[in-house]
């Protein structure tokens, strides 16, 4: 079913009822080669031009790397490009998915910023040689869409949240709907320093979130509290220096994080999940940590 949802009072849906999706098996990682801070396009990249340790960078991309290795998640792994700092952030680019038929398709994003308009076409080419129906909306339509960054699906079921605010906007996730056939959950975002729907909100499993409240609306809290049974609750410290909610769990038990998150680590443990910590300070630098440095594929 295709529709949008922007209100509790709009939700007619129990989480049990949406049709399965399978988990993500795959990651796609976008090496280092190129990462420093060129420009500010957020305000995390505020003082940071030309402050980025490079070398520090790849030992903490190969560190991540070989994470998901170790949770059995098969990895590919594309050069960066020059004059395309940003790239490395590979979960901007494009939305994945399968449908019933187990037929895989991405949507590709519009970019924002001119800086990062470059990165779309080259990540664009990876999915077509490897066996994806690539989908564009139309940009007469939809002005920027900047993919997982503002796009995540629920864990396991066919239903997408959204958000609008900084990088996209909302009219795009009417035609994601229609192209995907799939519910939106629509939610505004409010702060700039979380200008991405992945810096305050993780997908952990079919029950549980973690999320940086003042980011959202109450509007769109509460449609969050509806949905989820165990909402987690980062510190507005850990969710802004550290980038504790831009965390990955990709079988909904193995939580992958920055380090030194303290709080949210230990309230995830006692949720019953498996934190693994992973240095990524020179990536925070640029405004992104461990989602957005990989993209989840089937």
Not at 50 to 73: M, P, S
Request: hydrophobic fraction near 40%.
């Amino acid at each position: 079913m295709s529709r949008i949802y922007s209100s509790a009072k709009e939700i007619d849906f129990k989480i049990s009822d949406l049709p399965n999706m399978p988990v993500p098996t795959e990651v796609l990682m976008v090496k280092p080669t190129y990462f420093d801070v060129e420009y500010v396009i957020n305000p995390h990249m505020q003082g940071q031009i030309g402050k980025v340790d490079t070398l520090q960078a790849v030992n903490e991309w190969e560190h991540l790397l070989g994470g998901f290795k170790e949770l059995g998640i098969h990895t590919h792994v594309l050069n960066g490009v020059k004059g395309l700092p940003d790239m490395v952030f590979c979960a901007n680019q494009s939305l994945p998915f399968i449908d019933e038929e187990e037929n895989r398709k991405v949507v590709m994003s519009i970019m924002h910023t001119q800086q990062r308009k470059g990165e779309v076409e080259i990540i664009e080419e990876w999915f077509h040689k490897n066996g994806y129906e690539i989908l564009h909306l139309d940009p007469a339509v939809t002005e920027k869409f900047e993919g997982m960054g503002d796009a995540l699906w629920h864990f396991k079921r066919k239903l997408l949240w959204g958000a609008y605010g900084f990088r996209t906007n909302p009219v795009a996730f009417q035609q994601i709907s229609e192209l995907f056939d799939t519910p939106v959950v629509i939610l505004e975002l409010v702060d700039e320093v979380f200008y991405h729907l992945d810096t305050c909100m993780c997908m952990l499993n079919e029950k549980s979130v973690l999320i940086y409240p003042d980011a959202f609306t109450e509007t769109g809290l509460e449609m969050i509290h509806m949905l989820f049974e165990n909402v987690i609750i980062s510190s507005k410290y850990e969710a802004q220096k550290l980038f504790a909610v831009n965390a990955s769990c990709p079988d909904g038990k193995n939580v992958m994080i920055q380090q030194g998150s303290t709080d949210v680590n230990k309230k995830l443990r006692d949720a019953g999940f498996k934190v693994h910590e992973y240095s990524t300070y020179e990536f925070i630098k640029s405004g992104g940590s461990v989602f957005c440095m990989k993209q989840l594929l089937w």
